[in-house]
């Protein structure tokens, strides 16, 4: 317990954040849990001021150094004034990662097992040193994460819904694991959020990977439409689905007048593939409308 309370202490002195550079990105290990993450602090970041923490996952055999690049998230926490977290997944392949969301076969098509590392507790773990070291704002955190990261920030909001403000998950919603009975739906047993939570996703309806009408791979199969209608019965949504055209090229499914204050809502790009179909700006003034109560 000893080296535990050690590596998770804050100097006394300390009159906020010290890690890390503002307005850079570095590799870092999180508290004693040997695992490493790539912390980006925004140009400007007050370390006397917690500020609000985006947690990017990446897909399945990539790494959190890769994801924060390919994502240009980083670009928008200076821009807007969040932190980026950006860990690897707890599961090894030959090449990178893959997260671990219980019940569901990995890209390798093996189930996770009891030896397999516990990223939910692992992600909890971080947010907690992050806290601890008077970097974060716990109100105010979010999770987003591509394909297996976008299925891995699915699975936190239903069973780790008291982590985060809101969620978006990229070319990866989900709302459970399908049904083993009938795969076209998901099993509710397995997606059971303890409050409302506020969910936004992005894809494109040309993924062949994750395609938005279902099928796919077994983790895969019912569609997006059903992943959201599923979210927005658990926020007991009244209005919706409510289409609309943003752009040509882009088109919404909203779900509103949802309990607390919560919305659902499916931000879909017509000839967007399998890549980060997400508009960084708008994911973050939809996070920004929320803090966790």
């Known amino acids: 317990m000893a080296m535990i309370a050690a590596f998770w202490a804050v100097p006394?002195?300390?009159?906020?954040?010290t890690l890390g550079a503002v307005g850079q990105t570095v590799?870092?290990?999180?508290?004693?849990?040997?695992?490493?993450?790539?912390?980006?602090?925004?140009?400007?970041f007050s370390r006397a001021r917690p500020a609000p923490l985006v947690l990017l996952l990446h897909g399945s055999g990539g790494t959190g150094a890769a994801m924060l690049e390919n994502s240009r998230l980083a670009k928008a926490a200076d821009d807007h004034g969040f932190?980026?977290?950006?860990?690897?997944?707890g599961i090894p392949l030959e090449k990178g990662y893959v997260w671990n969301i219980p019940g569901v076969p990995t890209v390798s098509g093996r189930i996770p097992g009891p030896g397999d590392a516990d990223d939910v507790a692992f992600l909890g773990?971080?947010?907690?040193?992050?806290?601890?070291?008077?970097?974060?704002?716990?109100?105010?955190?979010?999770?987003?994460?591509?394909?297996?990261?976008?299925?891995?920030?699915?699975?936190?909001?239903?069973?780790?819904?008291?982590?985060?403000?809101?969620?978006?998950?990229?070319?990866g919603l989900r709302a459970g694991n399908p049904l083993a009975s009938d795969k076209r739906v998901p099993d509710p047993a397995t997606c059971r959020p303890s409050?409302?939570?506020?969910?936004?996703?992005?894809?494109?309806?040309?993924?062949?990977?994750?395609?938005?009408?279902?099928?796919?791979?077994?983790?895969?199969?019912?569609?997006?439409?059903?992943?959201?209608r599923r979210w927005?019965?658990?926020?007991?949504?009244?209005?919706?689905?409510?289409?609309?055209?943003?752009?040509?090229?882009?088109y919404e499914v909203r779900y509103a007048s949802c309990?607390?204050?919560?919305?659902?809502?499916?931000?879909?790009?017509?000839?967007?593939?399998?890549?980060?179909a997400a508009d960084n700006d708008a994911m973050w003034t939809f996070f920004a409308r929320y803090r966790r109560r």
């Open 83 to 89: 932190i980026v977290l950006a860990p690897d997944a």
């Open 125 to 171: 773990k971080a947010i907690d040193w992050l806290a601890a070291n008077r970097c974060i704002d716990t109100s105010r955190v979010y999770a987003t994460g591509l394909s297996g990261g976008g299925r891995m920030t699915s699975w936190l909001g239903c069973v780790a819904t008291d982590r985060f403000a809101a969620i978006a998950p990229v070319v």
């Open 195 to 228: 409050r409302p939570l506020p969910v936004i996703a992005f894809a494109g309806d040309a993924d062949g990977t994750n395609p938005i009408q279902g099928g796919g791979a077994g983790y895969w199969q019912y569609t997006m439409a059903t992943a959201l």
């Open 27 to 44: 590799q870092l290990r999180i508290g004693d849990t040997g695992r490493a993450a790539m912390l980006h602090l925004p140009a400007g």
């Open 232 to 250: 927005a019965d658990l926020d007991l949504c009244r209005t919706g689905p409510v289409q609309r055209d943003l752009t040509d090229k882009l």
């Open 12 to 17: 006394a002195a300390a009159k906020g954040c």
């Open 259 to 276: 309990r607390a204050g919560t919305e659902v809502t499916g931000r879909i790009t017509r000839g967007a593939g399998h890549v980060w």
